[in-house]
């Protein structure tokens, strides 16, 4: 059939209200694309809606203002708990390891014998934290305690280390927030909560300074009650093992000693022990005999609860006493010898030092600075001292890199205990006078010491007082916190953490 002749009969058959296959077919088609235009079209339009809604809950913005907990009718956000939950768990997150705590676990992790979790114990914690804040916030605000210039410059420095972390770490400082306390947290929120910690704390220190305070007969009574803690033991020992030899099998695997075994190794320790303390009664030295044997010797004595620490703080014991004491535990026999006991008399001090390190030099970029560079910049700025307390003060704004710098490298009124140990042993050295300069090294750098002078203020009194006032300010901490109501919100809190 010709094309004009297959365009007649199409006609006619229209005409006739008939349907053409061909146009049928080509009509079929294009209502089926259609139709599937406008379902990708659908389908795209949703999951663009879910997509964008995902992105929206993963921000924490939905989440962010649900009420996660009441406290005395009083709402706090999901961000504020959250804040409060990451510093808790970050307190406990330095040391995860040594607690078995395995950080990315923590809602199915076991914390307790009462089938409670880490998530569980942080969030307790992170509320037991929140209702002391806000109590200690409330009775501030009644007392008219608010934050002054110094309280404000508390909270810029704060966060203006954070905010240097930030970009030490390459994170922008809302996502370094993030990071820290959670999607839920932002910048707002970590300086709303900063500021009411801020605020509780110089609240609790008010309190504490009109509320705790102790005379020496009180501070007295509370040592004798605590001797052994506070009290200085001169003596010495040497530890004489009983352990078993060692032994293994042909694979390498340990052996364990028999009764027998442990029982004659425990004999030859006891008759070594006697017989340096014989040897030592006779006139020996105890250090020199630890030497020849090869045994651990010790002078220090700080727990009366070792086994040879209750010997040495028995209040029965006497210059000269020396005697064996066995320790069964730990299989082992001490030959122990007591000089005297005495209160820890130590005096406060007062120091200024300038801390030197790499910081003080000027290097090239890629040179690393050697301990003798840093200990030669430290004597060249001693050098230029002219003598005098001031002008060391103004040597150690000028150079120092510590963060008292600015108050002229002074610290005031020091107790025993404070600094790190060659730091305060150099203050501590005898014949130690006012006006003495030295320089030392620590793990932070190399000091330049200019010593003060001595206090008033023995140590034992210091601990003492300290003790009590600490002892008290945790009862009425917890009074507090007690005295505050939280109603958890768990649609919200489940958002913490």
């Known amino acids: 059939m010709s094309a004009s002749r297959e365009k007649k009969k199409r006609q006619e058959l229209l005409a006739n209200g008939t349907v053409d296959p061909k146009a049928a077919r080509e009509a079929e088609k294009k209502a089926a694309e259609r139709k599937s235009n406008i379902l990708y079209g659908t389908i795209a339009a949703v999951f663009v809606i879910v997509t964008v809604a995902l992105l929206v809950?993963?921000?924490?913005?939905?989440?962010?203002?649900?009420?996660?907990?009441?406290?005395?009718?009083?709402?706090?956000?999901?961000?504020?708990?959250?804040?409060?939950?990451?510093?808790?768990?970050?307190?406990?997150?330095?040391f995860y390891s040594a607690l078995g705590m395995d950080p990315t676990g923590l809602k199915s992790q076991p914390y307790g014998d009462d089938g409670s979790t880490y998530d569980d114990f942080f969030k307790e914690s992170a509320v037991d934290s929140m209702k002391y804040i806000h109590a200690a916030v409330k009775a501030a605000k009644a007392a008219n305690i608010t934050l002054d210039s110094d309280d404000e410059a508390d909270v810029k420095a704060n966060l203006d280390s954070m905010k240097s972390a930030a970009a030490q770490y390459g994170y922008s400082y809302g996502a370094y927030v993030?990071?820290?306390?959670?999607?839920?947290?932002?910048?707002?929120?970590?300086?709303?909560?900063?500021?009411?910690?801020?605020?509780?704390?110089?609240?609790?220190?008010?309190y504490s300074d009109e509320n705790f305070v102790y005379t020496d007969d009180e501070i007295l009574a509370y040592y004798n009650e605590h001797k052994d803690t506070y009290d200085l033991i001169d003596g010495a020992y040497v530890t004489v093992s009983g352990a078993p030899e060692a032994k293994t099998d042909d694979e390498g695997n340990a052996i364990e000693a028999t009764d027998e075994e442990k029982s004659a190794a425990m004999d030859g320790a006891k008759m070594a022990a006697d017989e340096i303390l014989h040897a030592f009664n006779a006139g020996q030295s105890l250090e020199q005999l630890a030497e020849t044997k090869d045994i651990p010797y010790s002078t220090t004595?700080?727990?009366?609860?070792?086994?040879?620490?209750?010997?040495?703080?028995?209040?029965?014991?006497?210059?000269?006493?020396?005697?064996?004491?066995?320790?069964?535990?730990?299989?082992?026999?001490?030959?122990?010898?007591?000089?005297?006991?005495?209160?820890?008399?130590?005096?406060?001090?007062?120091?200024?030092?300038?801390?030197?390190?790499?910081?003080?030099?000027?290097?090239?970029?890629?040179?690393?600075?050697?301990?003798?560079?840093?200990?030669?910049?430290?004597?060249?700025?001693?050098a230029s001292w002219d003598g005098t307390e001031e002008g060391f003060a103004n040597l150690a704004k000028a150079n120092s890199q510590d963060g008292n710098a600015a108050e002229g490298g002074i610290y005031e009124n020091v107790p025993k205990g404070q600094m790190v140990a060659a730091f305060q042993d150099w203050c501590y050295e005898d014949g130690r006078q006012s006006g003495d300069t030295g320089i030392v090294q620590t793990s932070y750098g190399y000091h330049i010491m200019y010593f003060v002078g001595y206090g008033s203020t023995e140590y034992w009194h210091y601990a003492c007082e300290n003790a009590l006032r600490s002892d008290a300010q945790s009862a009425w901490q917890t009074e507090l916190t007690n005295s505050a109501t939280a109603e958890i919100n768990e649609s919200g809190m489940k958002n913490v953490g």
């Open 301 to 382: 004595i700080s727990s009366a609860s070792t086994v040879y620490g209750q010997w040495f703080y028995d209040e029965a014991r006497k210059g000269g006493d020396a005697d064996v004491i066995v320790d069964e535990a730990s299989s082992c026999y001490y030959v122990a010898v007591f000089n005297s006991r005495e209160r820890d008399n130590a005096l406060d001090y007062s120091v200024r030092h300038i801390l030197v390190t790499a910081d003080n030099l000027n290097l090239a970029d890629g040179e690393e600075a050697t301990n003798e560079q840093i200990e030669a910049k430290a004597n060249e700025i001693l």
């Open 178 to 206: 993030k990071a820290m306390y959670g999607s839920t947290v932002t910048a707002s929120v970590v300086e709303s909560c900063l500021r009411d910690q801020i605020l509780a704390s110089k609240y609790a220190s008010h």
């Open 57 to 94: 809950y993963n921000s924490g913005i939905i989440q962010r203002n649900q009420t996660a907990v009441t406290i005395d009718g009083e709402k706090y956000t999901v961000a504020e708990t959250s804040y409060y939950y990451n510093q808790v768990y970050q307190n406990y997150a330095s």
